[in-house]
């Protein structure tokens, strides 16, 4: 946990932007793999440890505006739980440990908003993610589950995502540290990597890595030959030479601050003259959006931008044809690169995904309102301000099912050069992404160098095996 004072701050910040009621929390319970006792490994709910700082199962929460009293929710270790886990803390040391003073057992948070509805006072509560969350809060409010992320109050959402948005000094030497052991193991893979292993043994190393850090992972390991899936974590294909191996994978520090990389190497010692042609592509794209943040840059006009740098590189190795910024305004590109250029980073490695993308990566203002395939998955478009913390992560994807679906239509016939395309068509995907704090004049990257041109790459490739 942070000191004591960084909660209490956290909280009365807080308790400054809503006028009056109850702000419910829910902190996150165990979630069983295959049976009761046997369950996946433990994470907090990150709102509630934002504003509590307790790692702990089974907990709940309540800020009274109107009395000026925070309770916690939740009960002490029994015997069978000491047997079994060992003597910890106590719910009650935790708790001052986090500035609080008054501690009731879980049963009677029921109770407490029970008393709450009678009295016709209002309970804000977030959208909850989990489905024993749900449960609870729909017994609880007498609403239907469906309802519940219609009923969550607006409020309370925009308070907290304004004020977990921008990081405090403790939060950025968190993210830091986060993205520096990330680079290390990433490196760690790039000399270990040869042909003939398998990707679970290389993504084995990796979770063995982020364990050995005091932390874990920030979520699930990609480490892929297939790299034109964005989101693979299938783990059984062995390395051959000639193939891009795309590692995307980040460690979550033991105070849950996420780290987000991703680079993409060959599995020989060098790039062909084609995967470092498109490399080159992907990197100047970075290399322009990066430089483009700042306080006050819509993060929209950045991804629009690296959207151009990719379609005038793939035009000029003959992938793409025609007036660019048509191409783009069209979603022409898209054929190459079907996600957004970055996200905003925090507790959660897409921070805040759970109290919604409209109020998290957009505004009032600048609403998402496109089905644009491509742009549709941006989820950071709102201008930036200093203490963001977000990546930059453009890349090339070539997806045969997709090719055969626009080809067959001849969509974006003006703009995709099919012919020149077909010579790609298992040609898989890159990715490179770095996590980057925004400050008063600029921004910087988090954590240390990681090799990024294919100089780097292959210098350290040239060693590996």
């Known amino acids: 946990m942070f000191e004591k004072k960084v909660y209490l701050q956290r909280r009365a910040a807080l308790k400054s932007k809503i006028n009056s009621g109850i702000l419910l929390f829910l902190g996150n319970e165990e979630s069983p793999m295959n049976y009761k006792d046997n369950t996946y490994h433990f994470r907090q709910d990150s709102t509630f440890l934002y504003y509590f700082g307790i790692s702990e199962p089974a907990l709940g929460a309540i800020i009274d505006l109107d009395e000026d009293q925070v309770t916690l929710f939740g009960d002490e270790m029994g015997i069978d739980d000491i047997v079994w886990m060992g003597r910890q803390k106590t719910l009650e040391e935790k708790s001052l440990d986090a500035g609080l003073t008054k501690v009731l057992p879980l049963a009677q948070l029921d109770i407490y908003l029970k008393q709450y509805q009678d009295k016709k006072r209002q309970v804000h509560f977030l959208p909850p993610y989990r489905s024993e969350n749900k449960i609870k809060l729909a017994s609880w409010l007498n609403l239907p589950v469906d309802q519940l992320k219609e009923k969550a109050s607006l409020s309370f959402i925009k308070a907290v995502v304004a ?169 022409a590109h898209a054929m190459f690169f079907q996600c957004g250029t970055g996200h905003m980073m925090g507790l959660d490695v897409h921070d805040m995904e759970d109290l919604g993308e409209q109020y998290v990566g957009y505004t009032d203002e600048l609403t998402k309102n496109t089905t644009q395939f491509g742009l549709k998955s941006l989820r950071l478009g709102k201008a930036l301000e200093a203490g963001y913390v977000l990546t930059v992560e453009p890349g090339v994807y070539i997806i045969p099912e997709l090719i055969d679906r626009w080809k067959a239509t001849s969509q974006f016939a003006e703009f995709i050069n099919y012919d020149k395309l077909e010579q790609f068509r298992n040609f898989s995907g890159i990715r490179v992404e770095d996590d980057f704090l925004v400050t008063e004049n600029g921004s910087r990257m988090l954590g240390k160098h990681l090799a990024l041109t294919t100089g780097e790459i292959e210098s350290i490739r040239s060693g590996a095996y």
Do not use: W
Not at 207 to 213: C, D, R, V
Not at 232 to 260: F, I, M, P, R
Not at 269 to 280: C, H, N, R, T
Not at 288 to 299: C, D, E, I, Q, S
């Open 163 to 331: 004020q977990r948005s921008i990081k405090s000094v403790e939060e950025i030497e968190e993210l830091d540290r986060a993205a520096a052991i990330s680079a290390d193991i990433h490196l760690m893979v790039m000399q270990q990597a040869k042909p003939g292993m398998y990707e679970r043994e290389l993504a084995a190393k990796i979770q063995g890595a982020a364990l050995a850090s005091g932390g874990n992972l920030a979520y699930p390991v990609i480490l892929t030959v297939r790299g034109e899936i964005l989101h693979n974590h299938y783990h059984g294909n062995q390395l051959q030479e000639g193939q891009l191996v795309l590692n995307d994978s980040g460690v979550e520090t033991a105070l849950g601050y996420a780290g987000d990389l991703t680079r993409t190497f060959p599995v020989g010692k060098k790039f062909s003259a084609e995967q470092k042609d498109v490399y080159d592509i992907v990197l100047n794209a970075y290399t322009h959006g990066k430089n483009m943040l700042a306080p006050g840059v819509r993060y929209l006009d950045v991804h629009l931008a690296s959207c151009k740098m990719l379609a005038q590189g793939l035009k000029d190795i003959g992938l793409m044809k025609g007036n660019i910024d048509d191409a783009v305004q069209a979603g």
